[in-house]
Antibody, heavy 121, light 107 residues
Framework: EVQLVQSEAEVKQPGESLRISCKGS????????IGWVRQMPGRGLEWMGIIYPGDSDTRYSPPFEGQVTISADKSINTAYLQWSSLKASDSAMYYC??????????????WGQGTLVTVSS | YVLTQSPSVSAAPGKTARITCGGN??????VNWYQQKPGQAPVLVIF???DRPSGIPERISGSKSGDTATLTISGVEAGDEGDYYC???????????FGGGTKLTVL
């Protein structure tokens, strides 16, 4: 059974750093892209970036380029999303998703349960 | 590019709900659809315009005409309430785009 398990909710202060994780199981982790998606309170889904754990090829959505870092460690089947200096506006739910590819499209066929990040002083 | 969805749709139990997704690339790219129930992670319900993942009932279907994709839910049930998002991938600089989402209310 394919599963993506994300790290627990975090409460941080502005300016702090943070890394959240997404651990895959039940499939060959290195062979599927992982995507990160932000959902701010009461808002829609926003694609942040994707990574291919097999070779760490990473692509960012323009609004998130330089704001976050996406990485992966295929030896432990885990992808990461990290911030070096959090802002209050980073408060949101963050989802990871396994991306399957075919017919010229990528789609999220399995999703993590989400990690709620709250940034407040 | 932008995918445009109506903010809300409503349907009575047993009736049919149709959720549309429009955009310049819709006609040439595969459209995928996700359901997100309150407090839950998104779930893929349609990929490649009209294919259903295993476990998704046949009363949920997808279609496309020109630059508009449509998600149709037949025999609407209370459990279908939630937000529905379309998504397209075109390999460009900002390749993985979601529509703004449509809230389905079951009357």
């Amino acid at each position: 059974e394919v599963q993506l398990v994300q790290s627990e909710a975090e409460v941080k202060q502005p300016g702090e750093s943070l890394r959240i994780s997404c651990k895959g199981s039940g499939y060959r982790f290195a062979s599927y892209w992982i995507g990160w998606v932000r959902q701010m309170p009461g808002r829609g889904l926003e694609w942040m970036g994707i990574i291919y754990p097999g070779d760490s090829d990473t692509r960012y959505s323009p609004p998130f380029e330089g704001q976050v870092t996406i990485s992966a460690d295929k030896s432990i089947n885990t992808a990461y999303l990290q911030w070096s200096s959090l802002k209050a506006s980073d408060s949101a739910m963050y989802y990871c998703a396994r991306l399957d590819y075919g017919s010229g499209t990528l789609f999220g066929d399995y999703w993590g349960q989400g990690t709620l990040v709250t940034v407040s002083s | 590019y932008v995918l445009t969805q109506s903010p809300s749709v409503s349907a009575a139990p047993g009736k049919t709900a149709r959720i549309t997704c429009g955009g310049n690339n819709v006609g040439t790219e595969s459209v995928n659809w996700y359901q997100q129930k309150p407090g839950q992670a998104p779930v893929l319900v349609i990929f490649y315009d009209s294919d259903r993942p295993s476990g998704i009932p046949e009363r949920i279907s997808g279609s496309k005409s020109g630059d508009t994709a449509t998600l149709t839910i037949s025999g609407v049930e209370a459990g279908d309430e939630g937000d529905y998002y379309c998504q397209v991938w075109d390999g460009s600089l900002d390749p993985w785009v979601f529509g703004g989402g449509t809230k389905l209310t079951v009357l």
